[in-house]
């Protein structure tokens, strides 16, 4: 009994110790740990008090081309539609949905916002996004905002007790995903995964009317397979985990949630690879349409929205888009925001695709 007593005494001594020094680390040490290591909460807290609408991108949202006359990002754009509704963005490349998650939930209860706009990028749910070589430095810069004990957060900071792997070991997951994840095809196809194909298309190449190899488009054609050819698994993707997520979140919070699904260069993808690769685009497209609206959400489909002369980056698979295809995707969300806001639509002379 004694021994009990004993052992119970320093356990609750331990307790205290940890309960009083999560105080003062609290009080007097996290925000400037944050400042430091996870200062994109400074983008939440320029919008959680002022904005009604809020838009979360990654870097889709304010790409802009060297040739454009109008600069502005698309959730600037779509919010000129409502001027007398007050909106912000939190955006920075390379954000994913469980980003979008991580800084919601450090949205405080009692904020303004009434309506949440997120993009829903089809390239994120894909093996080289997922397991991107940027995704150690995101995840150290998210440690300090997740819903734990401050210093429970120091402490994972500290000991790196979070996703850290180095380049190698993130193309190896890449590999392995593209190899391991088998195609379900209605039709007869003469490859199973992803890196098989992408194999086979960068051997057989492409050539030019002289019969020189063209290794520019032969390496587009690697890149869109690679890009493209997935089909997302509901069960077993951490991206529809974290959409998931925010869903729930949003109906607890009671926001109005819209999911943007950005525009992809389907006309390039067909050109360089054909109908096969156009099919992996719609399969995703329908599931994240379908599995969304059906839980509520107001899914603005803009996967078509944007033809190949409106991706000013032509080296790689981005949603990069010129002030015409910015707009189009701006007009096409601020159109389903009418649901939430029908007598506050505003048409705009200096908005309108040109």
Known sequence: MKVFIKISVRF????????????????????????????????????????EVIYLGESSNTAYSWSDTDVRSISEMMGAYFP????????????HAGNYLTLLRNIPEDSKI????????????????????????????????????PLINRFCLSFK???VKNKNERNAQV?????????????????DNVADWEADVWEMGSYNKDGTRDI??????????????????????????DFDEIVHLAKERNWNLVFNLLAENHEKAKE??????????????????????????VVV????AVGDSSFYDQTWTTEHYDQKGRKTVARNVAEALKKFYPNQFVEHDSILIK
Request: hydrophobic share 40%; with cysteine; net charge positive.
């Open 12 to 51: 609750l001594a331990i307790a205290i110790f940890l309960v009083i020094s999560n105080f003062i680390y609290e009080a007097y040490f996290l925000e400037a740990d944050i400042q430091k290591h996870s200062s994109v909460i400074n983008k939440v807290r320029a919008v959680q008090d002022s904005c």
């Open 84 to 95: 007398g509704i007050k909106t912000g963005a939190i955006s920075k490349g390379a954000w």
């Open 114 to 149: 009434k309506t949440v706009v997120v993009t829903l990028n089809m390239r994120s749910f894909n093996a080289e996004w997922i397991y991107s070589r940027l995704e150690t430095a995101i995840n150290k810069s998210m440690v300090l905002l997740q819903p734990r004990y």
């Open 161 to 163: 007790a979070y996703d």
């Open 175 to 191: 590999r392995r995903k593209m190899r391991n994840d088998k195609f379900d095809l209605p039709f007869d196809f003469s490859y």
């Open 216 to 241: 520019s488009k032969n390496k587009m054609a690697s890149i869109y397979v690679k890009t493209y050819a997935f089909q997302i698994d509901p069960d077993n993707n951490p991206r529809i985990d």
């Open 272 to 297: 360089l690879i054909g109908d096969t690769l156009v099919y992996f685009m719609e399969y995703n497209r329908k599931l994240l349409t379908d599995r969304y609206t059906s839980m509520g959400v």
């Open 301 to 304: 489909d803009n996967l078509y």
